[in-house]
C-alpha cells in the first residue's frame, strides 16, 4: 500500500497538482456569485418575472436561472443573438450578459486542458488518481496512528511527517467528495454513465387554448417559485398552438400559453436527483459554503505532494539498496528491520550479504512489513532497534498486531539494538522476542543486544548465530555516517569549574566563505540531536540543541566527563575552530502547540533543549521550569536568559535547586515540594518534558508519580496520551 501510494504520487504529483490548483481557482466563482448577485426573493414566482421579460424583450427565446441564481435572458433582436441579465425582484434588463473569460478559461482548462475529448479523458484519469490517492492515504494513516479510533490522535514523525499527516486528515474527506465526483462527472460525459435513466423527457403536447395570454397571468407559472427555476423556453411568437417548457429542480413540464393549464410534468428521476448533487459537490454551484471548503481542501494538494515527495525521499536516502534481496516468496531466510533513524538497515544489508555468501536466498524487510506467511522460509531474524525507552521505532510500529495474524513456523533469532544507559535497553526487542516465543516459534539463539551500534556486539552475535546454523559468519560491520557538514565554533562559555563539574556552552555557526553551501547552517529545531563523531572514533555521539536554524546558530551544552572522548574533544575547542557535524530529527520531543501549561524538568546540560523551548515561547504560553544543578554561583546555566524570559512573560515560573547549596536538594525534592500546584497545571492540561541524565530523569518520574497519585494519574498515563516527554541519556 506505501509503494502504490508513493508511485502513483510521484508518477501523477504534477498533474494532480494542476487539477487541484485550477479546481481551487474555480471554487472562488461561486463565492464571488454570492457576492455579485442579487439573490431571489421568496415571493417572487416564475410568472413575475417572466411577465416583465417577455414585455420589454423582443424576440425573447430562453430565460435561464444558474445554479448561483444569475437570471439571464436569452433571445434574437435584430437578427442578431441577445443575452442580457434580468433582476430578479422587477423582472427588467439591467445590462448585456457577458461571461467571465477568465472563469471560463479556468473551466475549459480543469475540465479538458483545452485539448477536448483527449483533455476530458485525462482530466478523468486524474480523479481516478486523487481518488486512489486519497483512499490508500487515508488507510496509511489509520495504520500508522493505530486504527480508527486514534485517526485523530497526535501525528507522529519528523517535521514533513507530521505536517504530511495533519494535511491528509484535514483535506481527505474533501479531497475524496471532489475526486469521486470528478470521476462521474467524467464518466457522464463519456456515456460511461447516464445522466437520467433510459425515458427521456415526453415530447411537447399541443396547446388546448385558442388565444394567446399575458405571460404574468399564466397560473402554472405563477406556482413555481423563482428559486426553483433552472430554463423557461418562450413558445414561438404568434404561435397559439405552442408552449412554454418549464424545467425546475424537481423535472420538466408543460405550459398551455393560453390557459394557464400545467399540460405535462415529468419528475427527475433518481440518476438525474444523483447527477444534480453530484453537481453540487464538486462545483459548490449555489453553495459558496461548500466550495470554499473544496477550494481550501485542493490547496492541500501541493503542499502533500510536496511533503509526501520529501518523506519519499528521506525513506529512499534512509533505506540502503540492497543487491540480491530475494523475493519474499523465495526466501528460506528473512531479515525483518525495525529502525527509526536507519542506522539498523546497514546492519541487516551486512547480515544479508554474509548470509548469501554461504548460498542462502534471503529477503530483508521492514517488520511493519511482516507476511502473513512465508512459503519456503525456515528461519526469521529480526534486528529490532528500541527508540527511546522501551518504545517501539517507527518502522516496527505496526509489527506486533501483524504478528497475531501470522500464519508460519519458521525458527526465530532476535537482536536488539539501543543504549544501555535506557532501563529498558533493547525493551522492544525484549517485547518481539517474547511475541514470537508464545507464536510458537523457536529460538535458535537467545536474545542479543548490541549498545550504541557497536560492531564488536554485532560481530558477537554473528558467531552464535553461525555456530546453531553450521556457518562461519564474520559480520563486519562499519555503520554509514550521513552526510556531515563542517561548522565553526563562534563562541564558548565555561561553567562549573568551581564545583569540579565543567559544563560548556558551545554556539557554532557557519563558516563564512569557502563553503558549497555558501555559509548556510543546516536545518534543525530546538530538541532536535546534533551528531559528533569524535576523533579516533566512528561512533557519533549525539547532544540535543538549545537553538533553531532560525536563530543563526546552532548551540548546546556538554558536560565534561573524564575520559569521555567527545565531551573531552569539544571542551577542548577554541573560537575559530571547526567540527564536521549532521542533524538527526528528533520530533517526538517537541511542545505540544496551543496554550495548554507546560512544565520543563532538566538538571545540568539537560537544560539546553528547555531553554530554547523557553527562548521560542513567543505565544507567552504558561511555562513553569524546574531546573537542578550544583551552585547557583558557578553552574546556573542560562541564568540571564531566563531572568529575560521571566520579565517579558516567555517564562511563568521559575524553581531552581542547588545540591551543594545548604537546604538546596535535587530538582525532585523541588517537585515534591510544588505537588499541589504541579497537579492543578496537570488538571488544566499540561505537558510535561524532562531533559537530563538517566538516573535523574528514574528520579523525576518517581516524584511526579508521587505527585500525581491523589489524581490517579501516573508519568506513564501521561506519556500514554503525549503529555510526557522524555530525553534523557
Known amino acids: 500500500m506505501r509503494n502504490f501510494h508513493a508511485l502513483a504520487g510521484l508518477g501523477a504529483a504534477l498533474l494532480v497538482i494542476f487539477m487541484a490548483v485550477t479546481g481551487f481557482v474555480l471554487s472562488l466563482q461561486p463565492l464571488a456569485d454570492a457576492v455579485t448577485i442579487r439573490p431571489s426573493v421568496d415571493a417572487t414566482s416564475v410568472a413575475d418575472v417572466a411577465g416583465p421579460v417577455s414585455q420589454n424583450m423582443s424576440g425573447v427565446e430562453r430565460l435561464v436561472r444558474s445554479a448561483s441564481g444569475r ?97 491528509a486528515r484535514i483535506g481527505v474527506v474533501a479531497l475524496l467528495m471532489t475526486s469521486v465526483t470528478g470521476a462521474y462527472m467524467s464518466a457522464v460525459n463519456f456515456e460511461l454513465l447516464s445522466e437520467t435513466a433510459d425515458q427521456m423527457f415526453s415530447l411537447p403536447p399541443a396547446s388546448v387554448g385558442e388565444t394567446i395570454a399575458p405571460v404574468g397571468s399564466l397560473a402554472a407559472l405563477a406556482a413555481i417559485p423563482l428559486s426553483d427555476l433552472r430554463e423557461l423556453s418562450f413558445p414561438a411568437a404568434g404561435d397559439a398552438t405552442d408552449v412554454f417548457a418549464v424545467t425546475t429542480t424537481a423535472g420538466q413540464g408543460f405550459v398551455d400559453q393560453g390557459t394557464g393549464e400545467l399540460l405535462s410534468f415529468t419528475p427527475n428521476d433518481a440518476w438525474q436527483q444523483v447527477y ?70 546497514g546492519f541487516a544489508a551486512t547480515l544479508h550479504d554474509a548470509l548469501r555468501q ?8 521492514a517488520m511493519n512489513d511482516l507476511r502473513r506467511s512465508y512459503p519456503r522460509a525456515t528461519r526469521l531474524i ?8 522501551g518504545v517501539a521505532p517507527a518502522s516496527g510500529r505496526q509489527f506486533l498486531a501483524r504478528l497475531a495474524h501470522f500464519d508460519s513456523t519458521p525458527s526465530f533469532s532476535v537482536l536488539g539494538f539501543g543504549d544501555q544507559g535506557f532501563a529498558r535497553f533493547c525493551g522492544f526487542a525484549a517485547d518481539v522476542d517474547a511475541a514470537l516465543h508464545a507464536k510458537g516459534l523457536r529460538r535458535m539463539v537467545p536474545i542479543c543486544g548490541v549498545d550504541r551500534q557497536s560492531s564488536a556486539h554485532f560481530a558477537a552475535w554473528g558467531t552464535l548465530l553461525g555456530e546453531q546454523l553450521g556457518l562461519q559468519l564474520a559480520l563486519s560491520h562499519v555503520p554509514a555516517l550521513p552526510a556531515t557538514r563542517k561548522l565553526v565554533l563562534a563562541e564558548r562559555t565555561l561553567y562549573g569549574m568551581e564545583v569540579q563539574a565543567p559544563v560548556v556552552v558551545l554556539r557554532f555557526a557557519a563558516p563564512s566563505s569557502g563553503t558549497w553551501f555558501g555559509g548556510r547552517l543546516p536545518r534543525f529545531e530546538v530538541g532536535d540531536l546534533v551528531g559528533i563523531v569524535p576523533p579516533g572514533s566512528n561512533l557519533p555521539r549525539y547532544y540535543s540543541l538549545a537553538s533553531a536554524s532560525r536563530d543563526g546558530m546552532l548551540e548546546i551544552c556538554v558536560r565534561k566527563q573524564s575520559g569521555g572522548l567527545c565531551s573531552e574533544f569539544l571542551c577542548a575547542l577554541s573560537p575559530g575552530d571547526e567540527i564536521d557535524l549532521f542533524i538527526r530529527p528528533n520530533p517526538d520531543f517537541r511542545p505540544q502547540r496551543g496554550r495548554r501549561p507546560l512544565i520543563l524538568i532538566g538538571a545540568g ?49 521559575l524553581n531552581a535547586s542547588f545540591s551543594r547549596v545548604m537546604g538546596g536538594g535535587y530538582v525532585q525534592s523541588r517537585l515534591l515540594e510544588e505537588a499541589e500546584n504541579l497537579r492543578q497545571l496537570v488538571r488544566q492540561g499540561a505537558q510535561i518534558m524532562v531533559c537530563g541524565g538517566r538516573d535523574m530523569a528514574d528520579g523525576v518520574r518517581q516524584a511526579i508519580d508521587v505527585c500525581l497519585a491523589p489524581l490517579g494519574l501516573s508519568a506513564n498515563d501521561l506519556k500514554l496520551e503525549g503529555r510526557y516527554l522524555e530525553d534523557a541519556y
Not at 358 to 365: P, S
Open 71 to 167: 437570471l439571464v435572458a436569452y433571445g434574437v433582436n435584430d437578427g442578431a443573438n441577445s443575452a442580457v441579465v434580468i433582476d430578479p425582484e422587477t423582472g427588467v434588463a439591467t445590462g448585456a450578459y457577458e461571461p467571465s473569460a477568465f472563469f471560463t478559461f479556468v473551466t475549459d482548462l480543469h475540465r479538458s486542458f483545452l485539448l477536448g475529448d483527449i483533455g476530458h479523458g485525462a482530466s478523468g484519469v486524474s480523479a481516478v488518481a486523487i481518488v486512489a490517492l486519497a483512499l490508500s492515504g487515508l488507510l496509511l494513516l489509520v495504520a500508522k496512528l493505530g486504527g480508527w479510533r486514534k485517526l485523530l490522535g497526535k501525528s507522529r514523525g519528523t517535521g514533513s511527517q507530521r505536517l504530511h499527516t495533519d494535511l
Open 358 to 365: 554461504h548460498g542462502q536466498r534471503v529477503h530483508v524487510a
Open 605 to 653: 546540560a539537560g537544560i539546553a533543549p528547555l531553554a530554547g523551548f523557553v527562548r521560542h515561547n513567543r505565544t507567552h504560553r504558561p511555562v513553569h521550569l524546574f531546573f537542578g544543578a550544583r551552585d547557583p554561583a558557578s553552574d546556573f546555566l542560562y541564568r540571564e536568559d531566563l531572568k529575560a524570559a521571566l520579565d517579558d512573560g516567555r517564562l511563568a515560573s
Open 276 to 345: 444534480e448533487f453530484v453537481y453540487l459537490l464538486h462545483t459548490g454551484q449555489g453553495a459558496p459554503m461548500i466550495a470554499l471548503v473544496v477550494g481550501l481542501a485542493a490547496l492541500t494538494v501541493p503542499l502533500l505532494a510536496i511533503t509526501g515527495t520529501i518523506i519519499w525521499w528521506t525513506r529512499r536516502r534512509n533505506t540502503p539498496h540492497i543487491a540480491g534481496n530475494a523475493t519474499w516468496r523465495e526466501a528460506d531466510t528473512v531479515i525483518l528491520v525495525g529502525s527509526e533513524a536507519g542506522s539498523t538497515w
Open 382 to 389: 529480526v534486528l529490532a532497534a528500541t527508540y527511546g525507552d
